[in-house]
């Protein structure tokens, strides 16, 4: 904040380390207070009462009073003309100290500009896209953010460096994207008995709309002789197991094996025993690959790998290790794939020949202006639509003072032969803590089911995981009617037969974890609720956060807000990536020139891929100097 004014009202507050200066300033317009808790007496000497000063600080807010902690100030002398708009650049105390201020570097930077001439700064853009988008030109740019002559001068020169900034990065992706395309992979030209016979007589329902669709982008993608490399965003329960068990089948009709990779032992156990309980009757044989696999079944199913014998297996991390060999494996599955890391997922590639097409899946959705800076570089598919006959999750917010009712209806539902789950936080920072409060709710839990009754399991991430791996399979296959858990559980499990999700202190918990928990219930017909249960205090953001989650089950909605509440550095580990590290824009609040941008690099690239024409060598060049950034699509 940069504001001038008359200075009044010096004086010194409080004794000992709380003692202040304490002035104020003010003009025409209102009146602010300055303060100064170190340095206060030097201060005092220097500052002059009725004084016009020039004032640079962070504005702050303390019992609803408006005021600048150790403010930068000037004083302007009577003859002195209105220094105008004046820029702002970081700093520190230490810079401070050593008299390097704000206004040191606005000088510094004055003198820089008073020397540059048009010709110094080339113009990167082509001049069809200055004109197109009405953009200043990138000198005018570089002057007017720095020193405006106007508000509007300042607008238009944000306005062209967040323009630049993102058309370089869409340019960057757009290129990645051209280097996929060009990578050989196996094609598929039949859609032959396996894929057929299934669709027609055993899918266990109507394909949705969006699977249909989904399914004819991958067919496409395998026919052209070039790797796919293909993202499949779907809520939680919405089909996307069923797209990879077809894909998998258009593999099979083409001569080639199939494997699916899942980030944990339980999860691929899931995905096993319901692609063998869905293929059973065309007898195709389905093996599970883990960790936990052992002697004389692990080496019976490598050699079947090997020899082609096994054409689908479902497995863990294991499946990449060396001693795997595909006698022919086109296409590879991978669940959840922030789950693994870059080098796991590109160990895949190094399995055939020719590395097999990939789909990689998602729960998690990805909003828009995220999945273009992100996954830019991916084709990307979406299901978004839930099977038919499932019942919206109904989402209700109660307080700590309404458990006993809470505890009541979740015990009718387990009445009524439904099982139910019940979460709590366990969080790295307080995971001993969090662990205690664990165990309390797990014996209140048993206060409210009587254990001659009901059968309660617990599952948390400091048991032995053969106990833990059997806790979750009693609850599993019904032999539990309440799962106490952590978030172990957010995914992975898929109990049709759940139809209560209790969330405990669910003020603590992010957006996206809280929709991924909820999504473990509604996998059946009968209706499902979640329930947020949170503490008699907490923060506005913790309440609209919970608000967002009663008002609606739009996975991709409740991406957006959560990408609009925490920023993009905060979302899917996305801050390490280097990908979202822009110096002036903002994926959230600039969409719409995000937009614009992506339109324009597609079209230069359609143009002049290799970006070897005149006007484009200015953007070569400064593609080529660019870091690597690191993008998904590289295991991918």
């Not at 810079?95 to 930077?109: M, P």
């Not at 062209?160 to 280097?179: D, N, V």
Request: hydrophobic share 40%; aromatic share 6%.
């Amino acid at each position: 904040m940069q504001l001038q004014g008359t200075l009044i009202n010096i004086i010194e507050e409080g004794e000992g380390r709380k003692r202040r200066l304490v002035a104020t300033l003010y003009d025409d317009t209102g009146r602010i207070e300055l303060l100064w808790f170190q340095g206060a007496q030097w201060m005092k000497k220097t500052l002059k009462s009725d004084a016009r000063y020039l004032v640079y600080g962070k504005l702050n807010a303390f019992n609803g009073v408006v005021n600048i902690p150790h403010p930068e100030i000037e004083l302007l002398s009577s003859e002195q003309a209105s220094p105008g708009r004046q820029p702002m650049y970081p700093t520190t105390e230490k810079l401070r100290v050593k008299g390097i201020t704000n206004r040191s570097f606005a000088k510094l930077t004055q003198a820089l500009m008073e020397r540059l001439q048009p010709g110094d700064v080339p113009e990167i853009l082509p001049a069809d896209i200055l004109n197109q988008y009405r953009l200043c030109n990138r000198y005018q740019a570089l002057r007017w953010i720095h020193f405006p002559d106007t508000e509007e001068h300042e607008q238009v020169a944000r306005h062209r460096m967040k323009w630049e900034e993102l058309f370089l990065s869409q340019l960057s992706i757009g290129r990645l994207r051209l280097q996929h395309t060009a990578q050989a992979g196996w094609q598929f030209t039949t859609v032959g008995d396996h894929f057929n016979t299934f669709f027609r007589e055993h899918l266990p329902f109507a394909l949705t709309g969006a699977q249909k669709r989904v399914l004819r982008e991958i067919r496409q993608d395998t026919g052209t002789g070039r790797q796919m490399n293909r993202l499949l965003q779907g809520d939680v329960g919405s089909g996307k197991t069923i797209v990879a068990l077809m894909t998998m089948l258009l593999a099979l009709d083409n001569g080639f094996q199939a494997c699916l990779m899942a980030p944990t032992e339980i999860l691929a156990q899931q995905h096993y025993y319901s692609i063998s309980e869905l293929l059973e009757q065309m007898g195709i044989e389905v093996r599970l690959l883990t960790g936990s696999v052992k002697g004389r079944v692990r080496k019976e199913i490598l050699q079947q790998l090997a020899d082609g014998s096994l054409r689908i297996v479902v497995g863990t991390h294991a499946l990449i290790e060396d001693e795997v060999k595909f006698h022919n494996l086109g296409m590879a599955v991978i669940d959840e794939q922030h789950r693994f890391g870059v080098g796991q997922r590109a160990r895949l590639w190094q399995k055939n020949e020719l590395p097999p097409h990939v789909l990689v899946m998602t729960a998690t959705p990805i909003p828009r202006t995220l999945a273009m800076t992100m996954y830019g570089d991916l084709e990307v598919s979406v299901i978004d639509e839930l099977p038919p006959g499932r019942q919206p999750i109904k989402t209700i917010m109660a307080r700590d003072m309404q458990r006993a009712k809470v505890m009541e209806f979740m015990r009718s539902e387990v009445d009524k032969g439904r099982q139910v789950y019940i979460v709590y936080p366990l969080i790295e920072e307080s995971e001993k803590l969090d662990y205690e409060s664990l165990m309390e709710g797990y014996q209140q839990v048993k206060v409210w089911f009587d254990e001659n009754r009901y059968r309660i399991a617990m599952v948390h991430g400091r048991q032995d995981p053969a106990e833990r791996e059997r806790n979750m399979h009693r609850f599993v296959k019904g032999e539990a009617n309440v799962l106490v858990a952590t978030t172990v559980i957010e995914v992975g499990v898929n109990v049709p037969n759940a139809s209560v999700m209790l969330i405990e202190s669910a003020e603590r918990f992010g957006l996206s974890q809280l929709h991924q928990l909820r999504g473990r219930v509604g996998r059946g017909a009968e209706q499902s609720y979640c329930i947020l249960l949170a503490g008699s205090k907490i923060s506005d953001d913790s309440y609209r956060r919970l608000q967002v989650m009663v008002t609606t089950n739009d996975g991709f909605r409740i991406a957006e807000e959560d990408l609009a509440m925490r920023g993009p550095g905060d979302l899917h580990g996305t801050q390490q990536s280097g990908a979202l590290k822009f110096k002036i824009a903002d994926i959230v609040q600039d969409s719409g020139i995000l937009e614009e941008t992506r339109v324009a690099a597609l079209r230069l690239l359609t143009a002049d891929p290799s970006l070897m024409m005149a006007q484009h060598q200015h953007l070569r060049y400064l593609l080529t100097q660019q870091k690597k950034q690191a993008h998904w699509s590289k295991i991918s």
